[in-house]
Structure formats: C-alpha cells, structure tokens
C-alpha cells in the first residue's frame, strides 16, 4: 500500500490557461475527495466520489471546476481559465465505506497551484 | 452545519513541557473529530480519531485527546513535546455527509 499519490506536485500557470490534476487513491477506497487549501487556512472540502459517482460538490466548486472519477479508480481535477484566486494546495484523501460505516480518510501529499 | 474552532492560532510551547491544543465544534448531528498534523509542504496525517467508545482517545506520537458532549470539545494534549513536533496542526468534524469540516490551525512551535 503506497498510500494516495497526487501528481504534480508544484504547478506554475499563466492566469486563463486549464491545469489537471491527478490523485491516485489507497486501492481498496472506494470515496475520494478533493479539497482546496490556502494559505494560513485549514483545507476546504470541494467535492467527493463514491466509487464513479460524484455525491456532493461544494458552492467553492464553481463551473470553471470538473472533476471526474472514471472506473471508480483515480480522479483528475480541471480548472479551466484559471485566476489568481484559485492559486492553493489542493488536497485529495480517500476512504473506504462499508455500509454506512465511514473510516478515516488518507491524505495525498497535495498539488500546489500558482496562477501568475 | 458543521463548524469548528481551534482557539489558539499559535501556541510556542519549551521541549519536554506538556501541551493542550484547543478544539471546539458545533453540529447538529452525531459526528466523528479528528485531528491531523501538517508540516511544511506536506498533505495531512492522521493523528487520532474519536468515531464511538471510549471518551479518551490515543494517537501516534504521543498525542491524546478527549471527546467531550457536553462542552463540545475535543482537546489534543501531549504531556511532553519534542522539536520534531513544530508542526501545523487541524482539527475536523464529520457528520454523516462525511466531508471532513477543518478549523484553522494552531501551529505548534517547540522551541529548545
């Protein structure tokens, strides 16, 4: 077990241009999440995957944001036209549910975003 | 809702002295609290869980903390810190939606 992996870890953009991000979760989760942090703050809950199905975004999602799980597997996280504001760590974390049992949830080592 | 309020931004504390981080929540429903270490650059590692049972909670490293109804607090102590525990340090909330709700921090410092 290699625990939840993110790719890249630093990403410098211009502001308008789209990034992707990549979180690869503890194989066995089945819920991935997505969180943004900035600066001096605790992480904010974007939005999270029950296996392929995207359960809940938070209004922090706006529609310049997608997010995708396909097969249930990894996740990729899409700003398009980036602004300053979105420049943060973004986090991800899996879980595994069993039932309606929720356990911990594993942290990536985050993606930190620079919109210049 | 769920909120949750970490009292103390930054506590600097001497090595081998004990140390309370403070935790309070408020929600309307049964939760699960957390608390997570964070240093520099670095994603969150999970320090302790309070899910059901026992009110007092052990984690790795050393650090404790209590689940408390009534007061809604759930406090991180250490009876003796260490350098390598100069760190940022979350406390979270999750309800039955699950996400977790983080408060702000508190950084850590332990000076020699």
């Known amino acids: 077990d290699t625990g939840v992996s993110q790719d890249p870890r630093h990403k410098i953009t211009k502001r308008g241009q789209n990034v992707t991000f990549r979180c690869d979760p503890i194989?066995?989760?089945?819920?991935l999440y997505w969180y943004r942090q900035t600066l001096g703050q605790g992480p904010e809950f974007l939005t999270y995957?029950?296996?392929?199905?995207?359960?809940?975004k938070s209004r922090l999602l706006s529609d310049r944001f997608s997010a995708e799980r396909p097969k249930g597997s990894f996740s990729t996280l899409e700003i398009q036209r980036t602004e300053q504001g979105d420049s943060a760590m973004y986090l991800c974390a899996s879980s595994l549910l069993v039932g309606d049992k929720a356990y911990e949830q594993y942290f990536g080592p985050g993606t930190r975003l620079t919109v210049t | 809702a769920q909120s949750v309020t970490q009292l103390d931004s930054q506590v600097p504390v001497f090595e081998e002295a004990p140390v309370e981080l403070r935790c309070n929540y408020s929600s309307s429903v049964s939760v699960y609290l957390f608390w997570y270490v964070q240093y520099p650059n670095q994603g969150l590692q999970l320090l302790l869980k309070?899910?059901?049972?026992?009110?007092l909670v052990k984690g790795i490293n050393g650090f404790e903390a209590e689940f408390n109804k009534s007061q809604t607090s759930f406090h991180l102590r250490k009876p003796s810190v260490h350098i390598s525990d100069t760190a940022e340090y979350f406390c979270a909330v999750s309800g039955s939606a699950r996400q977790l709700t983080f408060g702000s921090g508190t950084q850590l410092t332990v000076l020699p």
């Open positions: 309070y899910l059901s049972g026992s009110t």
């Open positions: 995957f029950q296996n392929e199905a995207q359960l809940e």
């Open positions: 194989s066995e989760h089945n819920r």
